[in-house]
């Protein structure tokens, strides 16, 4: 694996068992360009941050977008991680409702899986604010298909 690779999976947060897979497929631009950094990663139970500075609607609230990234972030590593060898996951579905506003600070999505099945994988996204507090919940679908070379 290229040194610079290795280095920019490290610091998104990405365990050392998984740079092979990101290395291959790449961890996708937009997570980076937002700072989200990985500190759980599972099919089952996933977690990551990401900075509210620089992510910004024009009020200065995080923008309603931005959880949406963070939420399909975690959602779609979990169910390709879940996908296994070959497989891979596509996004059908992604919903959220937001529950409270944050203008500073970071923002943790916390993903754990609803179902992870042999063609569709469901996970609920949860972000908190520094204080915990809940600021939007997501579900994300992913549908799981063969690999195309």
Avoid at 13 to 24: L, N, Q
């Amino acid at each position: 694996m290229e040194r610079a690779t290795a280095e920019r999976l490290r610091a998104s947060g990405i365990p050392e068992e998984y740079h092979p897979y990101f290395a291959e497929r790449g961890l996708g631009g937009l997570a980076e360009k937002m700072g989200i950094v990985f500190e759980q990663m599972s099919p089952e139970h996933s977690t990551a941050r990401m900075p509210v500075e620089g992510n910004t609607q024009p009020a200065g609230l995080l923008h309603g977008g931005a959880h949406l990234v963070l939420a399909e972030t975690l959602g779609s590593v979990a169910a390709n991680i879940a996908a296994g060898p070959g497989r891979m996951a596509v996004g059908l579905d992604i919903n959220a409702t937001h529950q409270r506003s944050a203008t500073s600070g970071w923002v943790t999505g916390t993903c754990t899986a609803l179902h992870l099945g042999g063609s569709v994988c469901v996970h609920e996204v949860v972000m908190r604010d520094e204080a915990g507090r809940r600021l939007s919940t997501a579900r994300i679908t992913n549908m799981i298909v063969e690999r195309r070379a």
